[in-house]
């Protein structure tokens, strides 16, 4: 497979950002035509951002596991597509090539069939890093069965959550999982969940740690048992469902400024299209490359860069069970020599970690065949930067800094490897088709360059979301009505003299934590459950390796035992209500928050306090009872 849309040079580049923006119809009809469509488009775009309603190539129609695979085994259906390194290095790596994919997304998605699910039924899978994960994600796919993936470290509160709101019928899931040391019981917080799921008639368990499960007769059903159903069938072919350009791919949840995480929608061509177009351009990916990105398949990230960026264009993608330090802080570099990886997209988070481990690890590992690393999921500081390009990638490999969100399906601002000028910490150029722009407070577009403000996009680009789950309104309310006319990202950035963006963080009530997006009202909703608990009011502050950290304050009137026990207890809530990654890093009892007369808490004064700046705490004088400001900073930790 040849990319005739992949960008050579810097002059290709502005070429191709000019006509994107000139032409964007054009444009975008010029890329889409190296697809497999069963019926093309008749109009490339329809859109408006006030409803909002943005509709890609509509009349056509395709499906996307056939650009992922069929359209691949002609010229390469003996080439790997996924490689699999497990948790244990003990274990056997697995190879999968195009046909082998092929004929398993067929087989399984002739299970789901088997099993009632129909097209636009909804299904969640809550599987550990392994084959038959993308496995689950294309057979759902094949027969236009909406997947809506759980990350397996979230808690059975919060899959019940996500399969209440979208009404799932199946869940696909493992008896469990292997992380590092830890077997983490997937089967068995499923079924705690599924106590508040009526919704769900069918659960197919794969094997995976062989730890005992419990079976309810009915319901659940093995994986494995099911192949052999299908096998005896005589393996059908599963033919792939013809999809409307604008038919929902999937929901994925994520954390907002709310308590209530939001489905995130994408529909199939335009999806497609930019994860495809992205991947290619932004890694400069070239036939034969081993690609290795090390997000799991439960994030965005894991959607467009592991499985359909890679597969639609025909790439070798290495999925990894594990997690980067066991059995130690050698573990990636292990895996880019065993497998000759080409190219490594990561998190600073994982980075900065690794970084403190020291180079022990990183020496003697054969890291020569890596041409590409890039960054994703939170701001990269120069230190992590420096760090990655000299001890990675030995001073010759460029770094693509990408920012994106799992509203954007794909990655809008990012340099082109070795094609655009990285800069560190910088995020740089909009890919062709982003019209991003600033905005100050008011929502008045900042022109020039050296400036900074809050960050938007003006045109809509192919995998832009289409709508929140069963409530559209809530995507107008949160990403289209604070500024009319423009999408608004969440973040701020700043633009520098070459009009380079660089991405400073959110700026609303949402954590990154480790890459992850977590909302500080969930976590409050969450700390609140804990029956002493009289409220709570959570912040971010830095953290040196997961960039952020999660700060509490906790008014608390239960059993007065000790503190420590108090705050496990608390902490143990949160693992409980959301999962082990919402889990707050400090946690200070307090005897009262510091509230506005109107009952407003004022989390400008908590978070500089939890920052450490106790001087300069700004206008206080609006406050209802200033005295607690003194006896919360008195306590800080
Ligand atoms: C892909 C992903 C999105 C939020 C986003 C930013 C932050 C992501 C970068 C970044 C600085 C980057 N999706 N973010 N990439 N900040 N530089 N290169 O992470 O929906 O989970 O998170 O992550 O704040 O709004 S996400």
Not at 126 to 142: D, G, K, S, W
Request: charged content about 20%; aromatic content about 10%.
């Amino acid at each position: 497979m040849s990319y005739p849309y992949q960008i050579k040079s810097s002059e290709e580049y502005r070429s191709a950002y000019e006509a994107s923006v000139s032409d964007p119809e054009g444009f975008w009809a010029g890329i889409a035509a190296h697809f497999s469509w069963r019926r093309k488009w008749d109009k490339v775009l329809e859109w408006n951002f006030s409803d909002p309603d943005v509709k890609w190539f509509t009349g056509g129609q395709l499906n996307i596991t056939e650009n992922c695979l069929d359209r691949h085994l002609a010229e390469r259906g003996d080439q790997p597509a996924i490689i699999w390194e497990p948790n244990d290095p003990g274990e056997d790596y697995r190879i999968l090539t195009y046909k082998e994919l092929h004929f398993k997304v067929c087989q399984f998605a002739q299970v789901l069939k088997n099993n009632g699910a129909k097209k636009g039924d909804r299904v969640c899978i809550y599987m550990p890093m392994v084959p038959e994960l993308a496995i689950a994600v294309l057979a759902c796919a094949r027969i236009g069965v909406i997947h809506s993936v759980v990350f397996g470290g979230f808690s059975a509160q919060s899959i019940a959550d996500r399969i209440q709101d979208a009404g799932c019928t199946l869940v696909i899931t493992a008896d469990g999982a292997f992380r590092g040391n830890k077997d983490i019981p997937l089967k068995s917080v499923i079924d705690d969940a599924l106590v508040q799921c009526p919704t769900i008639r069918r659960v197919i368990v794969l094997t995976r740690t062989r730890v005992p499960v419990s079976m309810i007769k009915g319901r659940d059903t093995w994986w494995e048992d099911e192949i052999r159903k299908v096998e005896t069938q005589g393996n059908p072919a599963c033919p792939a469902e013809v999809m409307d350009a604008e038919d929902m791919l999937f929901i994925l949840y994520t954390s907002g400024s709310t308590g209530k995480p939001k489905g995130v929608v994408h529909t199939c061509a335009g999806y497609m299209v930019f994860a495809n177009y992205s991947f290619v351009n932004v890694f400069q990916y070239q036939p034969g490359d081993v690609y290795f990105c090390t997000a799991d398949i439960g994030w965005i990230t894991g959607h467009s860069y592991i499985v359909y960026g890679p597969l639609s264009a025909g790439a070798t993608t290495l999925l990894f069970e594990g997690i980067p330090t066991f059995p130690d802080a050698g573990r990636f570099w292990d895996i880019v020599d065993k497998f000759k990886v080409n190219i490594l997209y990561t998190a600073p988070t994982a980075i900065r970690s690794l970084m403190g481990f020291g180079l022990d690890f990183v020496k003697n590992k054969d890291l020569s065949s890596l041409k590409v690393l890039g960054t994703v999921g939170e701001p990269i500081n120069e230190e992590a930067w420096h760090w990655y390009h000299e001890q990675i990638g030995k001073g010759r490999c460029p770094i693509v800094d990408t920012w994106w969100q799992t509203e954007t399906g794909g990655i809008l601002i990012s340099n082109l490897a070795g094609v655009t000028p990285g800069k560190p910490a910088h995020a740089t150029l909009p890919l062709p088709g982003v019209q991003p722009l600033l905005v100050d407070e008011k929502g008045e577009e900042l022109h020039g360059n050296n400036v900074s403000g809050n960050l938007c996009i003006k045109f809509p680009w192919p995998s832009i979301i289409r709508t929140t789950y069963g409530d559209h309104d809530r995507c107008r309310t949160t990403y289209f009505a604070t500024y009319p006319g423009l999408y608004f990202t969440g973040d701020g950035a700043l633009r520098d003299e070459q009009g380079n963006y660089r991405i400073t963080g959110r700026v609303d009530d949402v954590l990154n934590v480790s890459g992850h997006r977590i909302g500080t009202a969930e976590v409050e909703n969450a700390i609140n459950m804990h029956t002493g608990v009289v409220e709570s009011a959570v912040v971010g502050y830095p953290h040196d390796i997961k960039g952020q950290g999660i700060y509490a304050y906790v008014i608390f009137n239960g059993n007065k035992t000790d503190e420590a026990s108090i705050r496990k207890d608390i902490t143990q809530t949160v693992a409980r209500i959301i999962g082990p990654i919402a889990k707050p890093d400090k946690i200070q009892l307090v005897s009262g928050l510091p509230k506005t007369r109107s009952g407003k808490i004022m989390r400008r004064i908590l978070r500089k306090i939890a920052e450490g700046e106790l001087q300069n705490l700004g206008d206080t004088s609006t406050l209802l009872d200033p005295a607690v400001v003194e006896e919360i900073k008195g306590g800080k930790l």
